[in-house]
């Protein structure tokens, strides 16, 4: 069959990390290989994979797409997060159903793009999206402490309630202090997701 022996390539190039994932990281392993699916092969060699795998693929609940973003909307939800021009912020956790309105002003924002877990320098925020899915969320704030900066901050995306994936508020009070960190804020971060402002103690303010 046409393409068989590209696919193969592929699916060896992907094996290592996509395939017989099991336990809490499985999404967290799932978003990698999305990455590496769309360098190597494609999305149709990942659906394929998908269907001997346990792992499932998130789609949509985005709430723009790219050409329909109003810049000033976007900036205007992004100031809400008090980010300021050549601050470097890392995105982790990204899927297809972050929102991309609030992606888009944080970029304008800053006068650059997002950087992801692949990054390996120092961070002035981290942003990072999370449900209820996807695993240990105390798991998930120690990893984004890492590169952060001393003063810097992290915008934790949860869904708001009523919403697919949406974590208790009680859960972000718990999971945050066992990861060494404080919540100052809460905001609306469009229709479907709300961010919570997370601080190391010695930089609440």
């Not at 208790?168 to 804020?185: F, H, K, N, V």
């Amino acid at each position: 069959m046409a393409g068989t022996g590209r696919n193969s390539a592929v699916a060896g190039q992907l094996e290592g990390g996509c395939g017989g994932v099991a336990g809490e990281h499985r999404e967290r392993v799932g978003r990698k290989c999305l990455r590496r699916a769309r360098t190597f092969g494609g999305l149709g060699t990942l659906e394929a994979m998908h269907e001997a795998s346990s792992w499932p693929l998130r789609r949509k609940h985005v709430t723009a797409d790219a050409g329909s973003i109003d810049p000033e909307e976007a900036q205007l939800r992004a100031s809400a997060l008090h980010l300021d021009a050549g601050m470097t912020v890392q995105e982790l956790n990204w899927d297809e159903d972050a929102d991309p309105i609030i992606r888009s002003g944080i970029e304008a924002v800053i006068g650059g793009d997002l950087v992801d877990e692949d990054f390996d320098d120092v961070v002035d925020a981290v942003v990072m999206w999370w449900r209820d899915d996807d695993g240990d969320l105390v798991d998930g704030l120690v990893d984004a402490i890492g590169p952060l900066a001393d003063h810097g901050v992290i915008w934790l995306m949860t869904p708001k309630p009523g919403r697919e994936g949406h974590i208790e508020s009680e859960d972000i009070a718990d999971a945050a202090p066992t990861a060494g960190l404080q919540q100052t804020s809460t905001i609306s971060a469009g229709s479907f997701w709300q961010g919570t402002r997370l601080v190391a103690p010695r930089s609440k303010r």
